[in-house]
């Protein structure tokens, strides 16, 4: 009886602790789901290892055309931050899809508008939209790399056939049926078959096995489709056939997978029926058979793999996108494209614009019917101006959302040359890097069918003074034909006459008051008129002999043109 009563004991205590880690579990789920009603619209500080955010590119490297935007105008803007600024997702795929979403600059207003349609329907159905969301969370991650990764690199597996398997698990039959007439040769044979059958075991299993990473997401996602399917959303209509017509094709991937990855565990899990079926595995490769199955299945779906990725991650992103609106607390707009017209008196319009990296922005609007100038002192706002008109551009044409009380204008194609830097590989100097980024911007009308949106900060700033005014002049009259529509920044105030009729000037001022110098970041009109440079040199402390020379020869070179 004793021994019953402490088994009784043992088996309530394993009774217990189960049931707590069960109800923990239930418990944690609902708090995370009550989270998600509870703190729509706060962004949140998601945690992405180096490793990871180099992979993050999967999906657009997969799906990438040449109209995107391009790498130098992504990193100029710091487009990486703004993503993870807007990245509040939970699964790789809706990860991945938001990242080409900011570059993807290609859609056309219907696709924009349809975009919006998905997105309005979320923030109106909080049910539908934390329904998605658990399942994302649900469906989870690839890890640091990404499925396409994985997938791209099946090619290295080459055609894997069954036949050998197959042939020697049948050789396990005469030596079964041997084994009752001639006892010692029957067990010998099934020896000799079985430790052959283990040893090649795990050399093909070391071949495989990085890939069931790639796998078990895969079943994720084809299971996280299926639920996502239950889910009604009217606005999703087309995503939702796109994903059953893909399921339809590729469900028998599934098929023996549990004991495929069940089998990707070690041997030390304890359970008897565990260790018996590794053992079984071992001797007859049943794993190793259904993989390759499962392979094969795969590299003739991967396209419908890439759809089921296309179409989770489009809703995620939605989701994501509203999230990121009500986040805003400086508020946003719904941006209205005009008709790709150059006869419009006003090509763009932004009314009270600010960059949604910056705490407490000073927000401007212009409103432009051609190229603008703008000039003014170093740390006086002209960089982040053309920062804020940029990614308000690339934010209305990719996510349908600016950051402005109005955001107009027409599509267009973007692109810019501001934070650019020697290229010690190639051993190229600041001025070749730059020529070459201001031909490629001058090349991009010849393959677009939109206007050109260009930005450039400190035209040709690498070389001398002379042939950067001369030559920067010609570069801003080619930027100003009816094929673009360019913003730059200069310190050469000369530019502002020679541009006179192509460009409209404006400027931002410093202030200084007391012996210190305030920056207001308030867009003016028109070119600027203070000379504030050496004011700072004195309010730095420097000698006034300094001060009172370069006084002097700055006076004399305004009043005679010379040195």
């Given at each position: 009886m004793e021994y019953v009563a402490l088994i009784l004991v043992f088996i309530l205590f394993i009774a217990f602790v189960l049931g707590k880690e069960i109800i923990e579990a239930k418990n944690v789920e609902k708090r995370f789901k009550k989270s998600l009603y509870d703190n729509y619209g706060v962004p949140f500080q998601k945690e992405i290892s180096l490793?990871?955010?180099?992979?993050?590119?999967?999906?657009?490297?997969?799906?990438?055309?040449?109209?995107?935007?391009?790498?130098?105008t992504w990193n100029d803007l710091n487009m990486d931050d703004i993503f993870m600024r807007?990245?509040?997702?939970?699964?790789?795929?809706?990860?991945?899809?938001?990242?080409?979403?900011?570059?993807?600059n290609t859609k056309s207003t219907a696709e924009l508008n349809k975009l919006e349609e998905v997105i309005g329907f979320f923030e109106k159905h909080s049910d539908e939209r934390v329904a998605i969301q658990m399942l994302m969370r649900k469906l989870g991650t690839t890890g640091k790399f990404s499925l396409y990764d994985y997938l791209d690199n099946l090619e290295l597996l080459g055609k894997r056939s069954n036949r050998k398997h197959i042939l020697l698990n049948l050789l396990y039959i005469p030596f079964i049926v041997l084994t009752p007439y001639q006892l010692p040769a029957g067990l010998c044979g099934l020896a000799i078959l079985m430790s052959y059958n283990i040893a090649t075991y795990f050399k093909e299993k070391n071949e495989i096995e990085a890939y069931f990473i790639s796998f078990v997401y895969i079943i994720r996602l084809l299971n996280v489709c299926e639920e996502v399917l239950k889910v009604d959303v009217p606005a999703c209509e087309a995503q939702w056939s796109d994903m059953k017509q893909s399921l339809r094709k590729v469900l028998g991937i599934?098929?023996?997978?549990?004991?495929?990855?069940?089998?990707?565990?070690?041997?030390?899990?304890?359970?008897?029926?565990?260790?018996?079926?590794?053992?079984?595995?071992?001797?007859?490769?049943?794993?190793?058979?259904l993989f390759n199955r499962m392979l094969g299945k795969l590299r003739s779906h991967v396209e419908d793999i890439d759809s089921l990725i296309t179409n989770i991650g489009y809703v995620e992103t939605a989701i994501a996108i509203g999230n990121f609106r009500h986040s805003l607390n400086e508020g946003w707009c719904v941006p209205e494209f005009v008709e790709n017209s150059f006869t419009n008196d006003e090509i763009l319009v932004i009314k009270d614009g600010y960059h949604p990296?910056?705490?407490?922005?000073?927000?401007?609007?212009?409103?432009?019917?051609?190229?603008?100038?703008?000039?003014?002192s170093n740390a006086s706002g002209k960089s982040t101006f053309l920062r804020m008109v940029a990614v308000n551009a690339i934010l209305a044409q990719t996510i349908h959302t600016c950051m402005a009380d109005e955001y107009k204008a027409p599509l267009f194609f973007i692109c810019s040359s501001m934070s650019l830097k020697d290229n010690l590989e190639s051993g190229e100097s600041y001025y070749i890097v730059e020529i070459k980024s201001l031909k490629r911007i001058l090349l991009s009308a010849e393959t677009e069918n939109r206007r050109v949106l260009c930005f450039?900060?400190?035209?040709?700033?690498?070389?001398?003074?002379?042939?950067?005014?001369?030559?920067?002049?010609?570069?801003?009259?080619?930027?100003?034909?009816?094929?673009?529509?360019?913003?730059?920044?200069?310190?050469?105030?000369?530019?502002?006459?020679?541009?006179?009729?192509?460009?409209?000037?404006?400027?931002?001022?410093e202030e200084i008051v007391d012996g210190d110098i305030l920056f207001p970041y308030k867009l003016m009109e028109g070119k600027a008129t203070t000379r504030n440079a050496?004011?700072?040199?004195?309010?730095?402390?420097?000698?006034?002999?300094?001060?009172?020379?370069?006084?002097?020869?700055?006076e004399h070179f305004v009043t005679f043109g010379t040195w």
């Open positions: 490793e990871r955010f180099a992979h993050i590119c999967g999906y657009y490297k997969r799906h990438i055309s040449e109209r995107q935007i391009d790498d130098i807007m990245n509040d997702t939970f699964c790789s795929a809706g990860e991945e899809y938001l990242y080409y979403t900011l570059r993807n599934r098929k023996g997978s549990s004991i495929v990855f069940k089998g990707a565990s070690s041997l030390s899990t304890g359970n008897p029926a565990d260790i018996i079926m590794d053992y079984i595995r071992m001797t007859m490769h049943i794993d190793i058979i990296l910056i705490d407490n922005p000073v927000k401007n609007s212009i409103a432009t019917d051609k190229g603008v100038l703008l000039t003014g450039v900060d400190e035209v040709l700033r690498g070389t001398n003074t002379v042939e950067r005014i001369a030559a920067s002049t010609q570069i801003l009259k080619s930027l100003a034909t009816d094929e673009y529509l360019c913003f730059a920044a200069t310190h050469d105030i000369e530019l502002t006459q020679l541009l006179i009729d192509r460009y409209n000037n404006y400027h931002f001022e050496i004011k700072l040199l004195q309010i730095m402390g420097y000698e006034d002999a300094i001060i009172e020379d370069a006084t002097r020869l700055a």
